[in-house]
């Protein structure tokens, strides 16, 4: 009898295990199932600082500007702009007619709130400064000092938005694109408080896409925004996220077909996709490159800095170590940046040749002769310079670091490696508690000053702890001046100088490499490392 | 017997509070926060998120804080996953875990104990060797590779099964073979040896000798004993098991509460650290209570107090 029961109860419980397990999987239509990473930690455009939560953004959130196919800004919100003559004051004129997708009407007071927003401190936005740094007031509002309200942007009728600058910002224009100024409806943001970007219910969005379905570490399913004004031009009913973490796992589901589109391809897989036409290395704006601590002892010295850098065989790392899937640097600013003046700064610095030579032995020759000339043996056979090289373990790091105890032992550098984990690694490099470490930035926006002020003597960013008063006065002067041709020599000087005293070490520049499905077309991949989805389609 | 469930219990709530305590003091040793990136934040805009989540305060009122809110049952809001409460995380990505957890112990379970005494009645004979074969393998093998073999063979080479997520019962196959795996072999390892060592108990040829028949006498005497090593592996394998494995649920793209462990340190959310710590501790002195209790139902000879 006993034991009757205990097997009945087994039973039971089985079956009602086997019944929870099915379920799921609505949502009909044209549904597209991508990958660019795992589950996002913010939709909220103001608390996102994340690239896979900020691609998600660009199809739920329609900023006042886009970015089109080409790079170049494109009407977004906005049918229509212009700036004052001075550059400080900017008028954007919204088209007629917008919605939320929850049918409510749209105004240009949306945008007023949801700026001031974002200066908000209670908001506590991470990229608030970044976006918002030319906005007149912010900084007494960001630092609680003044109200939002009091923030430099107005709504004078229902269809303008005027912004004013403290100071002019050349690339007002890319910051008005980015996501983390997307409009949010007051409404349900007062109504609920953060929790309103974590539930379809409460996710009311002006983009192309709304969300409909969002199972954290799971998926994340964006329907066709009825209300959209440019719904005519989208062809698919759906995306449905894979919010997948793992790359293996995600090239499972590409290889079943559970994903046509994935942004995570396993490294180890990349020697046999090369002769894939699916497999894509596209290039994005940004740089791998090495901090040498400039207030330590030997990289004090220009010399043994400019020696380490010339010592590196960019072309072996970028192609054998990292298999390709990077480009090697000669520059720090590379490919697809845009030049203030016109055109492409890489293409435009240093008179169009790269500053360092790719031919790595007479490289190596000067190398060893720089830091005779400092000091040093600058020979394998005497390593009279201890060093050591922090980095985090993930992707190439490790392969990259134990390449470069080879390189810097040839110019008579000893180079331990010393791994720390990632939490700990960035807060480190940050105090300049290191002696030389791995350092990496994608650029937010093509403007060249996103990347290339990294190295200001003042700027948080500044991990090398690089201060040299010429490079600052170049950047001083970009800042300031309005004329852009000006202010292109302005930057490619800061470049000279940094390149010619080795303030940080490029060693190569970021791509994106993906695997997309043949059967989809009318999508493409931004240089700021984003995809657009929104007017792809595909064969089933 | 209410006597020792007190004393259980008082027990039980100083040991979290402990668990509490430690993990609350040496997560915040550990260098790092949870606003650190390779982009770093403004100086301005870390200032403002530290004082909207009270981080700014000194450690210790931070602490008092903390443990005044739990008591409200208030854990706080995720630090990361902005928007989101540390209980709405831990309540709808538990029973995911659970689920999976679940049917796996029982596989592990159904599969091991019948198993192990399978080996142990045939001891010697080509049938235990192979289990034994088996087992070791099971042990030795991580719970990665049965996942990625896994995935190869039946989802990628194979197409019988799929490989995200948990939409239909056939995404449940793979995960619960590869979570079960490990505690299957070890189950059948402990039952072998403590179902040879029941054998060969003095009991066990009395029963014989007194003619009791030879079911009655394995199923009645020797399992019986046998069975209490399991009983105190399965007791902490389950809590293990019903939270998740970050390995499994990161390759199968599970959305339970596995990950959220390991990425709530790496991460530095300080208050998922708290809330999904606190609620393993919970969970683990739960659990071994109740195998404790039995224990008592079925040994009698043990004493509970």
Not at chain 1, 119 to 126: F, G, I, N, R, S
Not at chain 1, 286 to 315: Q, W
Request: proline share 5%; charged share 20%.
């Amino acid at each position: 009898m006993k034991k009757s029961f205990i097997l009945i109860a087994l039973a039971l419980v089985c079956c009602m295990l086997m019944t929870a397990c099915t379920g799921g999987a609505k949502s009909g239509g044209k549904i597209l199932n991508v990958q660019v990473g795992p589950d996002p930690e913010t939709l909220d455009p103001a608390l996102n600082s994340a690239v896979d939560g900020g691609n998600m953004l660009l199809h739920t959130f329609e900023c006042l500007l886009t970015v089109d196919q080409n790079g170049a800004i494109a009407p977004g919100c906005a049918e229509k702009w212009e700036s004052s003559e001075d550059g400080l004051t900017w008028t954007f004129h919204l088209r007629k007619g917008l919605k939320w997708s929850d049918g409510s009407a749209f105004t240009a007071s949306d945008f007023v709130y949801s700026w001031q927003r974002v200066a908000d401190p209670a908001t506590a936005a991470p990229y608030a400064d970044t976006v918002l740094w030319p906005v007149e007031n912010f900084d007494a509002v960001f630092a609680g000092e003044m109200a939002p309200s009091e923030l430099g942007v107005s709504a004078p009728d229902d269809q303008t938005f005027v912004v004013k600058l403290s100071a002019a910002c050349p690339y007002f224009e890319s910051l008005a694109a980015f996501a983390t100024l997307s409009p949010v409806n007051k409404a349900t943001v007062e109504k609920n408080g953060d929790a309103w970007a974590v539930s379809p219910d409460t996710y009311v969005s002006n983009g192309p896409f709304m969300i409909t379905e969002w199972v954290p570490g799971s998926h994340i399913v964006t329907m066709k925004n009825p209300n959209y004004w440019n719904k005519d031009a989208i062809k698919l009913d759906g995306i449905k996220w894979l919010l997948i973490e793992d790359s293996n796992a995600s090239y499972s589901a590409y290889q079943t077909g559970e994903a046509l589109f994935i942004k995570d391809v396993p490294t180890e897989e990349i020697p046999s996709l090369m002769n894939n036409p699916e497999f894509h290395i596209d290039p994005i704006i940004g740089t791998y490159y090495l901090n040498l601590n400039c207030t330590k002892e030997p990289f004090n010295d220009e010399r043994v800095r400019k020696a380490m850098s010339l010592a590196i065989d960019r072309d072996y790392v970028a192609g054998t170590i990292m298999q390709g899937t990077y480009v090697a640097a000669y520059n720090f600013m590379g490919p697809g940046w845009a030049d203030p003046a016109g055109g492409d700064f890489y293409a435009n610095a240093n008179g169009g040749k790269p500053y360092i030579s790719s031919d790595y032995e007479a490289n190596l020759a000067e190398a060893k002769a720089l830091m005779q000339e400092a000091g040093y043996s600058g020979s394998e056979d005497n390593l009279d310079i201890k060093i050591t090289y922090s980095t985090n373990d993930s992707g190439y790091h490790k392969v990259v670091a134990e390449y470069l105890q080879q390189a810097w032992k040839q110019i008579g550098i000893d180079m331990s490696v010393e791994i720390v984990e990632w939490a700990s690694f960035t807060p480190m490099r940050r105090a300049g508690d290191y002696m030389a470490a791995r350092n990496g930035w994608v650029g937010d926006y093509s403007d060249p000053s996103n990347m290339i002020e990294l190295l200001y003597s003042s700027n948080g960013n500044n991990d090398g702890k690089y201060n040299n008063p010429d490079f600052d006065a170049a950047i001083d002067i970009s800042r300031s001046t309005m004329d852009v041709n000006e202010r292109s020599a302005a930057l490619h000087q800061a470049e000279d100088i940094l390149m010619e005293t080795a303030g940080c070490v490029p060693v190569a520049y970021y791509t994106d490499f993906y695997l997309q499905s043949s059967k989809i077309t009318g999508m493409w991949h931004s240089p700021y490392g984003y995809w657009y989805f929104m007017y792809a389609d595909f064969s089933e | 017997m209410t006597k020792y469930i007190i004393k259980r219990l008082v027990m039980a709530i100083l040991t979290v509070f402990i668990v509490a305590t430690l993990t609350f003091f040496l997560m915040n040793a550990v260098p790092g926060g949870p606003y650190e990136a390779e982009k770093s934040i403004s100086p301005q805009a870390k200032a403002a998120l530290e004082a909207k989540f009270g981080l700014d305060q000194p450690l210790f009122t931070q602490y008092l804080t903390y443990m005044k809110n739990i008591l409200h049952g208030d854990f706080g809001p995720s630090l990361k996953q902005r928007g989101r409460e540390v209980i709405d995380i831990i309540l709808t990505k538990f029973p995911v875990s659970a689920k999976v957890g679940g049917l796996s112990v029982l596989v592990s379970l159904i599969v091991g104990i019948p198993v192990g005494c399978i080996a142990a009645l045939n001891r010697g004979k080509a049938s235990d060797s192979t289990i034994i074969v088996i087992a070791t393998i099971g042990i030795a093998v991580p719970s990665f590779v049965v996942c990625s073999l896994s995935m190869y063979l039946f989802g990628v080479k194979l197409g019988w099964l799929p490989t995200v997520g948990l939409m239909s019962w056939k995404n449940y196959i793979m995960p619960v073979f590869a979570l079960s795996f490990y505690p299957t072999a070890y189950i059948v390892r402990l039952m072998r040896s403590s179902m040879l060592d029941a054998l060969g108990q003095d009991y066990m040829r009395t029963a014989r000798a007194k003619g009791v028949s030879e079911t009655v006498s394995l199923f009645k005497h020797a399992l019986r004993n046998a069975i209490l090593p399991v009983v105190t592996y399965v007791g902490p394998m389950m809590a293990y098991t019903l939270t998740g494995s970050f390995i499994v649920e990161k390759v199968f793209t599970i959305p339970g509460l596995g990950g959220e462990f390991v990425s709530s340190i790496t991460n530095r959310d300080y208050m998922m650290i708290m809330g999904t710590t606190i609620f393993l501790a919970t969970l683990m002195v739960f659990i071994n209570f109740v195998v404790d209790i039995v224990y008592k139902i079925i040994d009698p000879r043990i004493n509970l107090k």
